[in-house]
């Protein structure tokens, strides 16, 4: 089966920075997806790792390392707006994504 | 486009009793997903379909069943509602071009049964 490990909560001011990082156990490992989901709403995608190293797009990056089974969310210039929940992906097999348990955001003033 | 729309927003249920969700998109896709979510866990995932006439089963299958007659659509059913099956339930789709790398999600379904 599939196991994944992210932090529950995360809280820092706007402007900052924040780490989310996602550990995993998988067979037939394709790669790591990032994404976020506003107040229980519709999940939407942030980004997509196949290789190892880092894809910025905007003011968010993703890495990923999988010799260590290991990736991270990077949220820089935090805006209140970026209060959400983020998940972590893992793409295994075909067709199908297994997710962590999610990381909550909160940004404050 | 309306991408990935799920009918209805919200039902409440009693047990043994059963339902449908409907997932429709508009976007062409061959792929499309059944996801439930519980509080404080990620999305799992129930049934999934490659395309018109083909479903199988994902991580926790047990107590629903699926079909997808049309392209378009991906419909869950609860042949006998279970407490257990209280969630919110969001349909995804994603076009076979892009590698499966981007899901595109439905507003969710919330789901009591009482």
């Known amino acids: 089966g599939q196991s994944l490990e992210q932090p529950s909560e995360v809280t820092a001011v706007e402007g900052a920075i924040v780490q989310i990082n996602c550990t995993y156990q998988t067979s037939g490992f394709y790669g790591l997806s990032w994404y976020q989901q506003h107040d229980g709403g519709a999940p939407t995608f942030l980004s997509y790792?196949?290789?190892?190293g880092l894809e910025e797009t905007g003011r968010f990056s993703s890495f990923l390392s999988r010799s260590d089974s290991y990736g991270y969310l990077l949220l820089q210039e935090l805006q209140m707006k970026d209060s959400a929940s983020y998940f972590c992906a893992v793409r295994f097999g075909d067709y199908k994504l297994s997710f962590g348990a999610g990381t909550t955001v909160t940004v404050r003033a | 486009n309306a991408g990935v729309t799920q009918t209805p927003k919200f039902r409440v249920l009693k047990t043994g009793q059963s339902m449908t969700l409907l997932c429709a998109q508009d976007?062409?896709?061959?792929?499309m997903y059944w996801y439930r979510q519980d509080p404080g866990m990620g999305l799992r995932l129930i049934h999934y379909?490659?395309?018109?006439?083909?479903?199988a089963k994902g991580e926790v299958p047990d107590g629903y069943n699926v079909s997808r007659l049309k392209k378009q659509n991906f419909l869950l059913g609860l042949e006998s509602a279970a407490p257990s099956q209280t969630s919110v339930y969001f349909c995804a789709s994603n076009p076979r071009d892009r590698g499966y790398n981007e899901q595109f999600f439905g507003p969710g379904t919330r789901l009591t049964v009482l």
């Open positions: 976007m062409n896709h061959e792929y």
């Open positions: 790792n196949a290789l190892d």
């Open positions: 379909s490659v395309g018109e006439g083909t479903t």
